[in-house]
């Protein structure tokens, strides 16, 4: 008896470190940025309309975001960067169609030929989990180049509104693992009508650097809250966005028009336990079975007839509602 207390002391302790170990913080914790907050008062919105260009999202940019994906930080790195396709800009009340499998696969046949075969020898059936992601986009308001970010005084002029950065989680799985991962978290927000953005666009009256709203950024589903954080909590500054973007697409300007979405706080709907996340790193788990294991909450994700809002304050809100 005295022998099996023991055994089950060591196991009960072993098991205990092994979690406290798996669930250890990151070496390095996300902190907000230094930013310059702007109150409605502080400027106006345009009368004019803009013609959107390029979409650039910016990704993991909320140290609860962070926490609640699992997702790793790096003080000297680059985040998450990736382009959006002009096609997923809607800026009106709308319905967003569901992607069936059909779309999703379509969607991934230029970024990975032979994707089908692959998930049909896995006997996955490809689904879309849609889920929300409310930001703060950013709006260029004149041409620059990248060689005028180079000087400390030039301050980029920008617009503000929100948008809804809607995202099919099975094909950012896909990518996991992958060496060009983060086009895969593009083609996961490109599909039509993935980015609802509120109008008209909001510009301070004074640039000045690093400023942005200060607003409390909302989603609500069916009317029940889901996300709620402050911009001031963003961990990235409006310039070291920018310069991310011209880093990793090697690009010579940004052009008016141009959509820079800043990233989303927690509160999405797809969040991982770090200890999980460990733990399949451990077991090597390869990226389909990662897949299996999201689609098997499938019912969790945005369904149809979900009615999705975002919403800045002042700034404006949307609403869509998902259809198949």
Not at 186 to 215: A, M, T, Y
Not at 228 to 254: A, E, V
């Amino acid at each position: 008896m005295h022998r099996v207390l023991i055994s089950a002391l060591f196991i009960l302790t072993t098991v205990l470190i092994g979690l406290i170990y798996l669930n250890r913080d990151l070496p390095n914790q996300a902190m907000p940025a230094t930013l310059h907050c702007l109150n409605e008062q502080d400027g106006e919105f345009l009368g004019e309309s803009i013609r959107f260009g390029q979409i650039y999202g910016i990704g993991l940019s909320y140290a609860n975001h962070i926490n609640e994906t699992a997702s790793r930080f790096q003080l000297d790195a680059s985040p998450p960067v990736f382009k959006k396709s002009s096609a997923s800009l809607i800026s009106s009340q709308s319905s967003v169609i569901i992607p069936d499998e059909v779309t999703l696969l379509h969607a991934l046949q230029p970024l990975e030929p032979g994707i089908e075969r692959l998930l049909n020898d896995e006997d996955i059936v490809l689904q879309s989990l849609v889920d929300h992601e409310v930001e703060l986009a950013l709006i260029v308001l004149e041409d620059f180049t990248a060689q005028a970010m180079q000087s400390e005084t030039f301050i980029p002029k920008l617009g503000f509104t929100v948008g809804n950065d809607l995202s099919a989680r099975s094909i950012a799985a896909l990518g996991e693992g992958k060496e060009n991962r983060f086009d895969y978290w593009g083609v996961s927000k490109s599909f039509d009508g993935f980015l609802p953005l509120s109008k008209p666009i909001w510009r301070p009256v004074n640039e000045s650097h690093n400023s942005i709203p200060c607003v409390e950024l909302k989603t609500w589903v069916n009317g029940e809250l889901r996300q709620s954080d402050n911009t001031k909590n963003l961990i990235y500054t409006p310039r070291q966005m920018i310069q991310f973007i011209l880093d990793r697409y090697q690009l010579t300007s940004m052009k008016r028009g141009d959509v820079i979405l800043t990233g989303t706080p927690g509160g999405v709907i797809l969040t991982v336990p770090r200890w999980k996340a460990r733990l399949a790193q451990m077991l090597s788990l390869n990226r389909f079975t990662k897949l299996s294991a999201v689609q098997d909450t499938a019912n969790q994700f945005l369904q149809e007839g979900d009615s999705v809002t975002v919403s800045a304050e002042w700034l404006g809100e949307i609403t869509v509602t998902l259809n198949k």
